[in-house]
């Protein structure tokens, strides 16, 4: 069966912005080798501070100098908000701050949404005239 991929992403995130590039196969959320993470966890949230935490425990995430890590490894996350997070160092929504590559400026939740509309086309109620 085929793999089903999205178009390269971007991550747009207020407060950090290190280069990331995200892309989703077959319903997982990648962050692609060679993206920059913050160093360290900024947030509140322990939850996504485990997974940062788990990533650099385990050679996902290593250090590039200059204040930031590196992707060693394509790494697939359950959702881009997991993604964003892991990438910045705090809870972002993932949805809305990763953005299509190119011209068309659309967030993740956008492209979504355009994919669920091609998938099921809206139905016309006709009434009686």
């Not at 892991?86 to 190119?102: H, I, L, Q, T």
């Not at 669920?116 to 009686?128: C, F, M, Q, T, Y």
Request: some cysteine; glycine content about 10%.
């Amino acid at each position: 069966m085929p793999m089903t991929r999205s178009p390269l992403f971007h991550l747009e995130a207020p407060r950090h912005n290190p280069p990331a590039i995200g892309q989703e196969v077959d319903g997982l959320f990648f962050v692609l080798r060679g993206s920059k993470a913050r160093a360290d966890w900024v947030g509140t949230d322990r939850g996504f501070q485990s997974l940062f935490e788990h990533l650099i425990d385990n050679g996902i995430l290593v250090h590039a100098g200059g204040g930031e890590l590196v992707f060693n490894d394509d790494y697939p996350f359950s959702s881009p908000c997991n993604a964003a997070s892991a990438v910045c160092g705090y809870r972002v929504d993932g949805r809305n701050a990763w953005v299509v590559e190119g011209p068309a400026r659309l967030t993740y939740a956008d492209w979504q949404e355009q994919l669920l509309n091609k998938a099921v086309p809206s139905r016309r109620i006709e009434r009686d005239a």
